[in-house]
């Protein structure tokens, strides 16, 4: 017999021993479910599950593969911290440790974690009391406020001041007498180590800050079409800051868009008129009652000062000043009506508690 013939006919008998093997093994159909769990009692499959034949079905793992963690076998879920940290040491293969490498590991732990868990805590909350500590002032923040100067261009006036802080950014706004904008030409810098400065090289307005916490200085502006330059003395380290400066030039600017009416305005009546413009009452004033709009009046003699954003048409006024926003400060004859423009409509407003 030849060796192909040989090989085929073991292959066979081996074949035919694995079917009478099995037929030996498997349950006959008519048998009911009671006799079919002793019957798997019997071949050791209850007994052992990995010995079923879906067991069996299934490669082993490799052997250098570290046996997988039972994840939350017999344990509520989520695990709890400790449990986590159980369940990760229970995947590391079990090696008999000796002395030497016990006696190392404490000491590797000890040179590399010598605190505990809560005076590492500690320690963090004490460095966080540190940076809150630094990040204090060492005086109270100066109060923050919004201003409105006018400026003189007459020889002989002093210029007007402007309150800077270091960490806060104001604004320097040029308008002209009507309150239209007044686009910034040029400007220059006393102490340009003292204060940094932004400006996009063609609007009228002009971002500074103090970067030293006490300084004086100054700041010469020269406006588009305007041959006075004007110039703001810079002062540091106030208890107040100019958060915004609305920064009055008398006469008209390239942008203004309507005219004036009436006469000028007095140099003495100015800074009356500034005030009621920021919401500041006239020294001496009493304060009205104005019904038909979101609106401010004092009375001060026999000249009613109105705070409003709307154009009076009616009595004429004697003085008039607009601020960039749009609020407008009038000086108006004593009176108990006035008329005025609510998005082109004709209001009126009544004035009362003379």
Request: aromatic share 6%; charged share 15%; glycine share 8%.
């Amino acid at each position: 017999m030849t060796y192909f013939a040989k090989t085929i006919a073991i292959g066979l008998m081996g074949i035919c021993f694995v079917t009478s093997g099995l037929a030996e093994q498997n349950p006959p159909n008519n048998m009911s479910m009671d006799q079919f769990k002793q019957w798997l009692q019997s071949n050791g499959y209850a007994q052992n599950p990995e010995s079923s034949p879906e067991a069996a079905a299934i490669p082993p793992p490799p052997l250098d593969m570290p046996p997988q963690p039972q994840m939350n076998k017999g344990k509520p879920f989520p695990e709890t911290y400790e449990q986590s940290k159980q369940t990760m040491l229970e995947t590391v293969p079990v090696v008999q440790e000796s002395p030497d490498s016990a006696a190392a590991f404490d000491t590797m732990l000890q040179q590399n974690m010598p605190l505990s868990p809560r005076q590492v805590v500690e320690l963090r909350q004490q460095v966080d009391l540190s940076q809150r500590a630094a990040a204090v002032p060492a005086v109270v923040p100066p109060k923050p406020v919004s201003t409105t100067l006018m400026v003189n261009l007459a020889p002989g006036t002093t210029p007007p001041a402007v309150r800077l802080a270091q960490g806060y950014v104001s604004s320097l706004v040029f308008v002209d007498s009507t309150g239209a904008p007044w686009p910034i030409g040029a400007f220059d810098i006393g102490n340009p180590k003292a204060v940094s400065l932004q400006w996009d090289g063609k609007s009228n307005i002009l971002l500074i800050q103090a970067i030293s916490p006490y300084s004086n200085g100054d700041i010469v502006v020269r406006l588009v079409g305007l041959p006075t330059p004007i110039t703001l003395e810079l002062v540091s380290g106030q208890r107040v800051v100019d958060y915004r400066v609305d920064i009055h030039v008398s006469g008209l600017g390239p942008n203004t868009k309507d005219l004036p009416i009436g006469t000028a305005l007095p140099n003495s009546a100015n800074q009356l008129l500034l005030g009621v413009l920021d919401g500041v009452a006239p020294a001496g004033s009493k304060l009205l009652t104005v019904h038909g709009a979101d609106s401010q009046a004092w009375l001060l003699g026999e000249t009613i000062y109105l705070r409003t954003r709307l154009t009076v048409l009616s009595p004429g006024w004697l003085g008039k000043m607009v601020s960039p926003d749009g609020m407008v400060a009038y000086e108006l004859p004593k009176t108990s009506s006035v008329l005025v423009s609510r998005y082109g409509e004709p209001v009126e407003l009544k004035i009362e508690g003379f």
